[in-house]
């Protein structure tokens, strides 16, 4: 018989997976890490205590933060990916062949060597020729980079907390958006309107001061508690319901979730989120 491993929302929620065994378990500069298999599951990733990704349902959160980007973005030759460690994102970015450079900024590298050994089927692209993972800190490369701009960033970071937080700050928004070309678009995982609607609505207003279309979507991630996850999709330029079908076909015969139909749906937003946000 395993081990339950709960993780605890806010005090007054848990979720329990029954775990068989622990992968790996390693404490880097950055944070706490663990690789578990579960019965349920399947191999889980965690960091500082928090329930990150699995096996089973990553694919609904990688594609939905991926895709309705990747599909309306007016070029898409050159993308960003900041956090992602465990390598679902650029996976999912790689899939479409008119990206030719996806760079990975992840600061913590115990996290992509975990992930590579113990969690292979969902980081499946890590030999690309047009990847390039860098270990630097996300903050200075946005704020300081020389590089020419992007066409798409996507924000694949953890919870606001611990090294994760600075990535929810508005001086941060601003910067990934002067890595932009003037019509790029980002998307960020903008956490759970029903469990963290206070900092739900704080992400959206940041990100409404810097960009002139912000649209959150909405979609299922089981493993994130209340199962109900937001994802937003920002630019100041082009409109989120109108993909390029030619992109759109290239993926979604080989995805598990994103398709024509969800593309439209996601972003149809329920009462409580629209008066939430005042729409």
């Not at 775990?19 to 960091?47: A, C, H, M, N, W």
Request: charged residues 20%; glycine residues 8%; proline residues 6%.
């Amino acid at each position: 018989m395993g081990l339950w491993y709960d993780e605890i929302f806010h005090g007054h929620t848990r979720l329990g997976l029954l775990s068989k065994e622990t992968l790996f378990s390693g404490q880097s500069p950055y944070q706490k890490i663990e690789v578990i298999d579960t019965v349920g599951f399947g191999r889980v990733l965690i960091i500082d205590d928090v329930f990150m990704t699995s096996e089973y349902d990553e694919f609904l959160y990688h594609e939905m933060l991926t895709h309705p980007a990747l599909t309306t973005a007016p070029s898409i030759e050159r993308v960003l990916v900041i956090g992602g460690g465990d390598g679902g994102t650029v996976r999912e970015v790689l899939r479409h062949p008119d990206v030719q450079q996806c760079v990975m900024i992840e600061i913590d590298e115990m996290v992509v060597n975990a992930s590579k050994q113990h969690l292979p089927g969902i980081g499946t692209a890590w030999n690309d020729p047009r990847l390039e993972v860098r270990f630097i800190d996300a903050i200075e490369y946005v704020n300081k980079s020389t590089d020419a701009p992007y066409d798409v960033i996507l924000l694949d970071g953890t919870d606001p907390v611990g090294p994760g937080a600075v990535l929810f700050d508005e001086s941060f928004y601003a910067d990934c958006r002067r890595m932009l070309t003037p019509d790029g678009v980002m998307a960020l995982q903008s956490e759970s309107p029903l469990l963290m609607m206070d900092m739900f609505v704080d992400i959206q207003h940041k990100l409404r001061r810097l960009f002139s279309e912000v649209h959150p979507y909405l979609g299922p991630v089981p493993l994130y508690g209340t199962g109900t996850w937001s994802w937003t999709w920002c630019s100041n330029t082009g409109e989120p319901l109108r993909p390029i079908p030619e992109r759109q076909a290239a993926i979604v015969e080989g995805s598990k979730a994103y398709n024509e139909d969800l593309h439209q749906a996601v972003f149809a937003l329920p009462n409580y989120v629209k008066r939430a946000l005042k729409l």
